[in-house]
């Protein structure tokens, strides 16, 4: 592993994010992985954090829950092959299968936190969350609220994205790439 000064890597990380990066969570033997859209990092009580935004019906929200910690992998190089992973990643839910086995990603454990790198997303931010608030929906503009919590969907449709969100700021314990 190559120890990393996150601040470097800004440019990269705010290039990958809207194009989807990974947050990884594991919770006794239990590994998963979703893909996320938004986030930033900053600095707030003179720490610097990984912020990140997971839906209530998620799996991971259950694990950070739990463990309050998780692991944000970004790609160095968006490979076909790595595409198509962050895209599964994000479509699936890891609560009874192993999406990153069936993925054909390698996991490596974490050195300040359990949750795990990926090999072959290589930059990974290690994260202890010590600060979350769900959202206020009462307070999200109409606009946004109708176009990303939509609550018109017909029950049938699966993962129909009407729940909100739960902001988690990760404090940035460690940041390496994976060799």
């Not at 990643?89 to 192993?98: N, P, Q």
């Amino acid at each position: 592993m190559k120890q990393i000064n996150v601040i470097d890597y800004l440019p990269k990380i705010m290039e990958e994010l809207p194009k989807g990066i990974l947050v990884n969570t594991k919770n006794g033997n239990k590994t998963d992985s979703m893909t996320i859209g938004w986030g930033q990092i900053g600095i707030e009580w003179g720490k610097l954090f990984f912020t990140i935004y997971i839906r209530h019906g998620r799996f991971t929200h259950k694990q950070i829950e739990e463990t309050k910690e998780f692991t944000v992998s970004i790609p160095l190089d968006r490979t076909p092959e790595i595409a198509k992973a962050i895209g599964y990643l994000g479509t699936t839910s890891g609560e009874k299968i192993d999406k990153l086995a069936e993925c054909n990603l390698t996991v490596i454990d974490g050195i300040k936190v359990n949750s795990p790198a990926i090999k072959e997303i290589p930059l990974t931010i290690e994260c202890k969350v010590i600060y979350s608030q769900e959202q206020d929906h009462d307070n999200i503009p109409t606009e946004l609220k109708n176009k990303f919590y939509p609550q018109d969907k017909p029950s049938s449709e699966p993962r129909a994205n009407m729940d909100y969100h739960t902001v988690y700021y990760g404090e940035i314990v460690n940041a390496y790439i994976v060799k």
